[in-house]
C-alpha cells in the first residue's frame, strides 16, 4: 500500500467556496506504486506509469466535460517527463484519496480549479520521474547524471548517440530514489506548455467513439427511466402500474425514493410502460412557490433582515446621509438550468462484491456515498467508473442520478442504464439560484462617495451538504449521514469554510471607493439550487456593473472612463479593461442602430472585460461583436484558453437572451429546447480575445467568460434605447 | 416486426416495434453508439443521421420510416481509418469540446456539402441553425467547414 507520500497534496486551503475538513486522515491510498510485477510498468506517483513497451499512461484525476483538462493536464505532465502530450495515454481516476482536489477536499473538478490545482504537482510529477530515469540510465552507463537529458521519451548518453528508451529503463527507475525537490523547466524551456497543439480527445470525439456516460453497455443489461414528481419534495402516495407490467419486455415497476422507476429489456419500451402508470402524489411536503411569489419573498426578506454583514468599509450610512445625491436599483435574475446536451444518465450493476457504476460525473467520491445510501454497501464497496462528460456546467456536482440508478439496480440485481429525457432534465435540475440584488450609492462632489449591495437568496452549500459530508467522514456510519450533513451546517465558519455562493463577485467590489457595505440577506425559498458555470458571479456581476453603468451615467461619465479612474489601485483589472476598450473600439463610430456597452469583472482568479456591441433587429437583440481581454496568469494551451472564454462568452449570452426557469404551482414550466433555448450559430456574434501576458500562476478559464458578458449586453441595449433593464432575461422591447 | 437497414453499407435485420424510434435501433440493436440521444424531439440536432443521403432527427423518425432504407451515422462518415475531410477539419480546429454534439454537427455539416461544396458563412449557419451546442463551439465549427470548402474551391 502506497501512504500519500507528497506533502503538497496536503495544501491547506482558508478561503476557497467549497468544503474544506481539517480531518487528518492518515489511511493508506489503495494505489500502488513502485514496480508492478505483474504489468511490468513502472509506476512512479498517483499519476504516472511507464511500460516496459514505452507506454506511458497518465491518470487524469479531474474530469473532462469539455473545458480541457484531458488535454490541458496531459500536458504539464508531459513537459517534465519530455514527451509529446498525444504519446501520453489519459485514463480517467478511480476514487483515491491521491486524486481528490485539494481545495475541496474532495475529489471532484469544479470551481475552475483544474489547471490551478495541478499546476504545480503534476508538474512535479513529471519531473520526478524523469529524474529518476536519468539517474537510471547514468548508472547503467556509469556516467554522471547530470550529463545525461532526456528527450521524446528518451535518456540520452552525454556523446548524444546513445540513448535508452524510458521502457527500458523501468525496471531499474524503480530502485532508484525521487529528489525531494526536482527542479522545473524554465518557461523559456517549455516545448509544450502555452504552445497550443489542439486537443488530444479530439478523434474519439469526431469519429462517435469517445465514451460518454449514456453510451456505456454492458452484458445483460436493462433499462431505467422514472418519473418524477412536478412539485419538488412531493412523495409517491400510490401508482397503478398494471398495464405497465403487461407490457412486452417490461421487467418491473417500483417506487424509488425520488419517483416510480420502470425497468425494461428496451430504453423505448421503458419508456412507453412510464407513460401508462399513473402515480398519486403526496404533496404534504411539496413545493408550493411560483417564480412571482419567490420574488415577493425575497422582497420581504430584504426588508425585515438587512441581513449579515459580509464586507464594510468605511461608514456607508454616514456617506449617504452627506451625499449630493443617492442613487438606488434593484436587480432581480430567475432561475436557470445547466441544460448539458447529455442528459443525466448513470449505469449501475450490483453484485457480490459490491457496486459497479458507470457514470458522467464532476464528483465520484460523492457518486459512492450516493449509492451507498441507498444500497446495503458501504461507499468503498462502490466503485465509480468515470467517463466522458457531455457537459457538466456544476450539474454533475450532484449525484441524484447515480442515487436513482444505484437503488434501481439494488431493486433488480441486473446491470441496468437509467436514461433522463430532457423534460426529465430540466424539471428536475438543481437551479442557479434566482437572486434579488438591492444597490444604493452615494454621490457628492461627482464622485461615488459610498455603495451599499443587499443581495437576497440561498446558499448553495445548504443543498450540497447532505450528498458531500459523508465523503469527508469516510469512518461516519450510514445512519449518521444526516446528522453529518446538520452538523456541517451548523457549524459553519468551523467545520465548513464561508459559503461564497452567494456572495462572490460582490464582496470583492475591486473599485475604490472609501464606505463599501456588502450584505446578504439568506433566503431559501426551497426550489432546489446548485453550482452554475461562475456560481455567484453569474448573477453579481449583472447587478454589480449595470450599476456602475448607471452610476457612469448620473455623472455624465463615460462607462469606460469612469471605471478606469476607479480601478487604478488595482493593475491587473486595469490592463485588461484598457485591452479591452481597445480591441472592441471604445469611443469609436458605430454604425447607426449600433451601441456598445462594457463590463469588467474577476472571477475564479482570472480577469475579464469585454465590450459588447449590439442592435436591436426586426424586435430581436442582435449581438454583433464580443471584444474580450482576459488575464489568466501563464497560459497553457492558449487555444483552449481562448475557446474557453468564447465557450463562457456564448454560454452568459443565452441566460442573457433566453434564460429563465419559471415555476408555477411548485413545477417547472419549461420542459425542453423550444422553450429553454440555447444560442444558435447564426445568433452568435464574432468573438475578438485578447489574451494579456501574465507572469502569474495560472488560473482557470472555462467560468470567467459568463459573468461580465451579461451586464455588458444590458449596458450596450442601455446605450441604444436609453432604458435601463433591471431583470433578466433582456428584453428587445422593454417596458 | 421485422426490420431491415442498411447502416454504413451492412445490412441488419432487427425485430422491433416499429414505432422505436431510429435512434435507439442504432444505438442499442445495432450498437452504434456515436449518434447521440439530446432532446428526444427533433429540437437539438445531435442525433443527425443520414437517411438515403439526406439528413434525419434519429429520435423522432420512426424505425418503420427507414425500412429497407440506407442510414449513414457518424461511424460511416469516414471511409475505415481515413477520415472524412469535416473529420479532419474539426481535429485541426480544435473543435470539440465536451464533444456530445459533435457527431450530429459532423453530419449536417456533411450533408450541407454533398449538395454545396462550397458554401458561404451564411449557408453554413443557416444549414447548421438546428444543430445546438451548449459549449458553444458554433465558430470554430464554421471555421472548420469552411477550410473545407476553401480547400473544395482551390481544387
Not at chain 2, 443520414?50 to 434519429?58: D, E, M, Q, T, Y
Amino acid at each position: 500500500m502506497g501512504m500519500n507520500r507528497r506533502d503538497f497534496l496536503k495544501v491547506s486551503v482558508a478561503s476557497s467556496g467549497g468544503l474544506l475538513l481539517s480531518l487528518n486522515l492518515a489511511g493508506c491510498s489503495g494505489i500502488r506504486t513502485g514496480y508492478q510485477e505483474d504489468s511490468g510498468s513502472w509506476r512512479p506517483d498517483a499519476w504516472l506509469e511507464i511500460g516496459r513497451d514505452n507506454q506511458i499512461y497518465f491518470t487524469l484525476a479531474r474530469v473532462e466535460m469539455g473545458q480541457g483538462t484531458y488535454s490541458g493536464l496531459t500536458t504539464l505532465i508531459a513537459e517534465e517527463l519530455e514527451v509529446a502530450p498525444a504519446a501520453i495515454q489519459p485514463r480517467f481516476a478511480p476514487v483515491a484519496r491521491e486524486y481528490r482536489n485539494p481545495l475541496y477536499k474532495l475529489q471532484l473538478t469544479g470551481g475552475s480549479t483544474s489547471l490551478a490545482t495541478s499546476w504545480q504537482p503534476l508538474r512535479v510529477a513529471g519531473a520526478s520521474a524523469r529524474i529518476v530515469l536519468i539517474k537510471a540510465a547514468a548508472r547503467v552507463w556509469q556516467v554522471p547524471a547530470e550529463d545525461c537529458r532526456a528527450r521524446d521519451g528518451r535518456i540520452w548518453h552525454p556523446n548524444g548517440e546513445d540513448s535508452l528508451t524510458y521502457g527500458q529503463l523501468v525496471e531499474l527507475a524503480a530502485g532508484e530514489s525521487a529528489p525531494d525537490e526536482p527542479p522545473l523547466k524554465s518557461p523559456d524551456q517549455w516545448r509544450y506548455i502555452g504552445k497550443g497543439r489542439g486537443r488530444l480527445d479530439s478523434r474519439a470525439k469526431v469519429t462517435g467513439t469517445a465514451e460518454y456516460g449514456i453510451d456505456v453497455e454492458l452484458p445483460g443489461m436493462v433499462y431505467g427511466v422514472v418519473t418524477r414528481p412536478p412539485r419538488y419534495g412531493a412523495r409517491v402516495d400510490s401508482f397503478d402500474a398494471r398495464e405497465a407490467k403487461a407490457m412486452p419486455g417490461v421487467i418491473d415497476v417500483f417506487a424509488i425514493e425520488r419517483g416510480v422507476a420502470v425497468v425494461a429489456d428496451k430504453y423505448w419500451r421503458a419508456r412507453k410502460a412510464l407513460e401508462t402508470v399513473a402515480v398519486q402524489w403526496d404533496n404534504a411536503d411539496a413545493l408550493n412557490v411560483s417564480s412571482e411569489s419567490v420574488m415577493d419573498f425575497y422582497r420581504q426578506a430584504a426588508d425585515d433582515d438587512a441581513g449579515e454583514e459580509e464586507r464594510g468599509d468605511g461608514d456607508v450610512a454616514r456617506a449617504i446621509e452627506s451625499a449630493d445625491r443617492v442613487i438606488e436599483a434593484s436587480y432581480e435574475q430567475p432561475y436557470l438550468a445547466h441544460a448539458t446536451l447529455e442528459p443525466m444518465n448513470a449505469t449501475a450493476v450490483y453484485h457480490d462484491r459490491g457496486m459497479e457504476v458507470w457514470a458522467p460525473t464532476q464528483a465520484p467520491d460523492l457518486g459512492r456515498i450516493a449509492a451507498a445510501r441507498v444500497t446495503d454497501l458501504s461507499p468503498d464497496e462502490v466503485t465509480i467508473h468515470t467517463t466522458f462528460l457531455g457537459g457538466g456546467f456544476g450539474r454533475r456536482l450532484t449525484q441524484d442520478f447515480i442515487e436513482e440508478a444505484a437503488a434501481i439496480a439494488y431493486r433488480v440485481r441486473r446491470p441496468v442504464k437509467l436514461i433522463w429525457s430532457r423534460e426529465d432534465d430540466t424539471r428536475h435540475d438543481l437551479y442557479r439560484p434566482a437572486m434579488l440584488h438591492r444597490l444604493k450609492a452615494s454621490l457628492a462632489d461627482g464622485r461615488v462617495t459610498g455603495w451599499q449591495h443587499q443581495l437576497v437568496g440561498p446558499q448553495i452549500l445548504d443543498w450540497y451538504v447532505r450528498n458531500a459530508a459523508p465523503a469527508q467522514y469516510p469512518w461516519a456510519p450510514k445512519f449518521l449521514y444526516g446528522t453529518l450533513g446538520s452538523v456541517g451546517l451548523a457549524a459553519e465558519g468551523i467545520i465548513t469554510p464561508k459559503d461564497m455562493s452567494a456572495i462572490e463577485g460582490a464582496v470583492d467590489y475591486p473599485y475604490r471607493v472609501d464606505n463599501v457595505e456588502v450584505r446578504h440577506t439568506h433566503a431559501d425559498p426551497g426550489v432546489p439550487v446548485t453550482w452554475w458555470r461562475s456560481v455567484g458571479h453569474s448573477h453579481n456581476a449583472f447587478a454589480v456593473e449595470t450599476f456602475m453603468d448607471e452610476i457612469a451615467h448620473q455623472l455624465g461619465q463615460d462607462p469606460y472612463g469612469f471605471r478606469r479612474d476607479l480601478i487604478q489601485h488595482e493593475p491587473r483589472h486595469l490592463a485588461v479593461l484598457e485591452r479591452a476598450a481597445e480591441l472592441g473600439d471604445w469611443g469609436q463610430p458605430l454604425p447607426s442602430g449600433r451601441a456598445r456597452g462594457i463590463a469588467l469583472h474577476r472571477s475564479f482568479g482570472t480577469y475579464v472585460a469585454q465590450v459588447v456591441e449590439a442592435s436591436v433587429d426586426n424586435g430581436e437583440i442582435r449581438v454583433h461583436r464580443v471584444a474580450c481581454a482576459v488575464d489568466c496568469g501563464q497560459v497553457v494551451n492558449p487555444d483552449i484558453v481562448r475557446d474557453q472564454i468564447e465557450s463562457g462568452v456564448i454560454f452568459g449570452l443565452t441566460a442573457a437572451l433566453y434564460g429563465h426557469i419559471t415555476f408555477e404551482d411548485g413545477a417547472v414550466r419549461e420542459s425542453n429546447f423550444h422553450d429553454y433555448q440555447l444560442l444558435r450559430t447564426q445568433q452568435r456574434p464574432v468573438v475578438d480575445i485578447a489574451i494579456v501576458e501574465s507572469e502569474e500562476a495560472p488560473t482557470g478559464v472555462g467560468e470567467p467568460g459568463v459573468p461580465p458578458v451579461i451586464p455588458a449586453l444590458g449596458n450596450a441595449l442601455f446605450a441604444l434605447t436609453g432604458k435601463r433593464q433591471r431583470s433578466l432575461p433582456l428584453t428587445a422591447r422593454p417596458a | 416486426m421485422a426490420i431491415t437497414l442498411t447502416v454504413n453499407g451492412n445490412q441488419h435485420t432487427v425485430e422491433i416495434e416499429d414505432d422505436t424510434p431510429l435512434l435507439w435501433v442504432i444505438r442499442d440493436e445495432i450498437g452504434l453508439k456515436g449518434t447521440k440521444f439530446g432532446c428526444g424531439r427533433a429540437l437539438c440536432g445531435a442525433c443527425t443521421v443520414h437517411l438515403n443521403g439526406n439528413p434525419v432527427r434519429s429520435c423522432s423518425t420512426p424505425v418503420s420510416v427507414a425500412d429497407g432504407q440506407s442510414i449513414t451515422t457518424i461511424e460511416g462518415l469516414s471511409d475505415g481509418d481515413t477520415l472524412h475531410r469535416l473529420q479532419q477539419a474539426w481535429i485541426d480546429h480544435g473543435v470539440p469540446q465536451c464533444g456530445y454534439c459533435q457527431s450530429g454537427q459532423l453530419m449536417t455539416a456533411a450533408h450541407l456539402l454533398s449538395y454545396n461544396p462550397t458554401p458561404s458563412d451564411d449557408e453554413i449557419n443557416a444549414a447548421l441553425s438546428g444543430n445546438l451546442c451548449r459549449c458553444g463551439t458554433y465558430s470554430n465549427i464554421v471555421a472548420a467547414v469552411k477550410s473545407v470548402a476553401d480547400a473544395a474551391e482551390g481544387a
